[in-house]
Structure formats: C-alpha cells, structure tokens
C-alpha cells in the first residue's frame, strides 16, 4: 500500500474510496479545530503541558496558536495529496501528523486504551479506528530507515 522509493518518496496504493475516506476525515477535523467546536475529543490533542493553571494559561497564549496552525497544516496537505500516487517526505510527514491526529481524535470519541484488544470491530468507528492505525503503521515502516542507510545501523 505504501512503499518508499529508492529516492525517499513513497509510493502511495490506495483505492479511490481510500482517498476519498482521508479526505473527509482531515476536512471533517480541519472544520472543527477552525470553529469553536466544544468537542471534547479535541482535547486530546492539545493536552495540558503544565499542573499549574497560570503556566499552562501563559504556554497556551504563548505556544497554542503554533500548535493549532500545524494540525491544521498537516490536515490541509494530507487533503491536497490524499489523490496523489507519489508523497514527498515533507508531504509523507504531514500525512503521520495528519493521521495521528485523526486517531487520537477517533480513539477518544471511542474510549480507546492502550491495554485494548481492538482486533475485532464492534462498530464502524472502530473499523476505521483500526484502519487509520493500520496505515500509520505502514507510513512509518515505508519511512523507516533500512540497514543499510546511514541511520538504519
């Protein structure tokens, strides 16, 4: 499905309804982190960095519209290349970003936790939970550095 080239794009195989899917979903996200969206799942991805309410109130004005404008980034380029055949690895990374940030979203709504066993959907959601766990696995093995790369061993 997805398969890094010996020039360090990746090769994306996915079917129209695939790329149709991605594009939905990161669109669907994108508008809910441009409005004011009380979705408590949205948390998720913008957890608190400190216990002390004043430091995380002075690191949210500091830091949190760069924090927003790169999820909503990543979102924006996963939708522009969701039809794309070949990603760059600026665009590959987005996709990570992008798809990560789905998940965390989906996996909250859901109540995912990490001890789960979610072989066998009980739902839709979680079918697509699955499947967006399973292409970020297969993004990061396309990515990942073989051994005889310099990083790779």
């Not at 990746?10 to 009380?38: C, D, I, M």
């Not at 949210?60 to 404008?69: C, F, Q, T």
């Not at 995912?112 to 292409?135: C, F, G, N, T």
């Amino acid at each position: 499905m997805l398969e890094r080239t010996p020039e360090g794009d990746v090769l994306v195989r996915l079917s129209p309804e695939e790329r149709s899917l991605l594009l939905g979903l990161a669109g669907e996200l994108r508008a809910q982190l441009e409005g004011e969206s009380r979705d408590p799942s949205l948390r998720r991805l913008f957890p608190p960095a400190y216990d002390d309410q004043d430091d995380e109130r002075a690191y949210r004005e500091l830091a949190g519209d760069e924090l927003l404008s790169g999820r909503r980034q990543a979102l924006e380029l996963l939708a522009a290349t969701a039809r794309s055949d070949r990603l760059s690895a600026d665009e590959a990374d987005a996709w990570l970003r992008a798809l990560n940030d789905l998940r965390l979203v989906l996996g909250t709504r859901l109540d995912v936790q990490e001890d789960m066993l979610i072989d066998r959907p009980k739902s839709p959601e979680h079918a697509l939970y699955i499947y967006l766990s399973w292409l970020q696995e297969q993004l990061v093995a396309a990515l990942a550095p073989t051994e005889s790369e310099p990083d790779g061993g």
